[in-house]
């Protein structure tokens, strides 16, 4: 994984607003679609429009660059059409976890920005054996990202996987003897795509918002008790991630993409010496919204692992305001100058579109937000190196 031993470079989380053609071709994604009809139809609209999104972060200046995740219906949820042994079973819905406490404090708020999850979420149920069974669209996303990121000018290109943790986040465990073996499970088959990921020649980041989302409504049985929640999965996330160069993997936690007050999230001081157990070259952690910038702070006393480098959320999905490349330009220099400059690349908070039909911010107001980022890199780098 490169470093930004010269400049500071630029990267972000991953998600990307789907173009229109690309999430009717796919079948209409997580919220009740069934896969591709016409798959010819579908590749071709696919690599298309994987080949226009990395062409237009490389000429925006993004370094590190991806897939916009186009070929999954969601960051995490995709998972479930790759994997046996899970049935959806959409009439059978479980309160949602992953909200805390905000759920009941701003019900009214969150009924207008996500009104299904006050009715519950489908109930993902485990009863077999838990494999990777289909890798269709494994291979074909692949295999479009090599094709679209050839011949561009960037420093390095990655591709997402969910984590343990976040897989099958609103599932129930109906097979397996105990929750060490099932979340072993997971892991198991996990390593088949983050392995062919690696092979690929791509970095892997491995994506686990719930690990902090499940945070608050953990805590309220005890600490301990998310303490063993959260280091089980880590555990089965280290032992996924074995034989993959810890220099060739990226962790994204953060604290949730939606649009909602927040309160209920887990301070990052509590749950630093567990994101940190995970082996990997880079940690991306949010960083520059309203309820997360202070904290910074943690790094004034908690030291950043050799070898590791560290992707700071300095633009945010959470407002339409494009930062000033001044302000970006701070924040960087802030964190450089707490862990070194050759360990910041310069992030996102999260992703901008977490499935096929949501938006963050309209994709014109994402595009605005990476020019500043890479003008702001552009500042700090004359900051930090006197050039």
Known sequence: MKRSEQRILTTHVGSI???????????????????????????????????????????????????????????????????????????????????????????????????????????????GPIAYRDRRQLDLGIDALKQASAGLKVEEVFMTAVAPASTAFDGVNEYYGSEREYVFAIADALREEYRAIHKAGFLVQVDDAVLANMYDALVQQSPQHYRKWAELRVEALNHALEGIPEDRIRYHVCFGSWHVPHIADAPLEDIIDIVLEVKTGAYSIEAANPRHEHEWRVWEKRKLPNNRILIPGVITHHIITVEHPRLIADRIVRFAKLVGRENVIAGTDCGFAQADVVKRVHPAVMWAKFEALVEGARIATRELWGR
């Open 17 to 127: 607003p789907r173009p229109d053609d690309l999430v009717e071709a796919s079948g209409g994604g997580v919220y009740g679609g069934k896969g591709p009809s016409d798959w010819p139809r579908y590749e071709a609209i696919l690599r298309r429009a994987v080949a226009e999104v990395a062409a237009q972060q490389a000429a925006v200046g993004i370094d590190v660059i991806n897939d916009g995740e186009f070929g999954k219906n969601s960051w995490a949820m995709y998972i479930i059409d790759r994997l046996s042994g899970f049935e959806v079973r959409r009439d059978q819905l479980r309160p949602v976890k992953w909200l805390g406490r905000d759920l009941e404090r701003f019900r009214e708020q969150i009924a207008q920005e996500m009104p299904r999850v006050l009715e519950g979420m489908p109930t993902e149920a485990c009863v």
